[in-house]
């Protein structure tokens, strides 16, 4: 475990070891809940006997059914580790869940692949001039092209969007997503797209919109964009800085 200096002020270093003895810890295992917290690590502190016990007790089990004398190992350090509460090493059993996907991401996501559904299947409909007015370049700007694993949002959604297509929805998509090791994996674009997305949703929503009957149910045709609307989806893929050709 590396080590890592924090320079300060006496006045700020007096109060946080006020602070430690007031709350019966240390400095240190304070800091290390607050760098958890900026670093998103969903690591629980602290777990009630009954979860502990539980938890123990299919370590336990797991001893007996896994082959693989390392992890059989693994597992029994893992019971010792809860039975005596060690609680600094909780990590150990926490250290492969990740942190919980912000609801809100979820129906972005949903939305996304919608549209791109729909911008697919109209592009499917195009006749031959069409698709040759509408140039290669310009068709690839409304296919789905994933989300940029460097970022950490994008990379949460991308594994989203992989589950969905695991679980069988929008599978009119599936042929962007590869196979690796028999889980679905979604395209790694290498640069920011939540943007465009989101600026594309824009102008989809708009040209979807204004096909709907006021208090009237959408009809299939409101999903079906002819070249000029392609050409308006193209055009909020670029961001508005961006000088026109």
Request: charged content about 30%; glycine content about 6%; some cysteine.
């Amino acid at each position: 475990m590396a080590t890592v200096t924090i320079r300060m002020d006496d006045e700020k270093r007096i109060a946080l070891e006020q602070l430690a003895r007031d709350r019966d810890s240390t400095v240190s295992d304070m800091l290390r809940v607050a760098v958890d917290g900026l670093l998103a690590r969903d690591v629980p502190h602290s777990l009630d006997a009954v979860t502990r016990r539980s938890l123990a007790l299919m370590h336990e089990i797991l001893t007996h059914v896994d082959p693989d004398p390392r992890a059989q190992q693994d597992h029994r350090r893992k019971i010792r580790v809860l039975s005596k509460g060690f609680t600094s090493e909780y990590e150990r059993e926490f250290y492969s869940i990740d942190t919980e996907f912000p609801p809100a991401d979820g129906p972005v996501v949903w939305d996304i692949l919608d549209m791109f559904a729909v911008l697919e299947a109209s592009l499917g409909r195009l006749d031959a001039d069409a698709v040759a007015e509408l140039g290669d370049r310009d068709r690839h700007l409304l296919e789905f092209g994933g989300f940029d694993y460097q970022v950490p949002r994008e990379s949460r959604m991308a594994e989203f969007a992989e589950h969905l297509i695991d679980d069988d929805r929008w599978t009119s998509l599936a042929h962007h997503f590869g196979d690796r090791l028999g889980e679905p994996d979604c395209p790694n674009s290498h640069i920011l797209m939540l943007e465009r997305y989101q600026r594309m949703l824009v102008a989809y929503d708009k040209i979807v919109s204004a096909r709907t009957p006021p208090g009237g149910m959408r009809g299939f045709e409101a999903y079906h964009f002819d070249l000029a609307d392609l050409g308006t989806m193209i055009a909020a893929t670029r961001h508005p800085d961006t000088p026109a050709w």
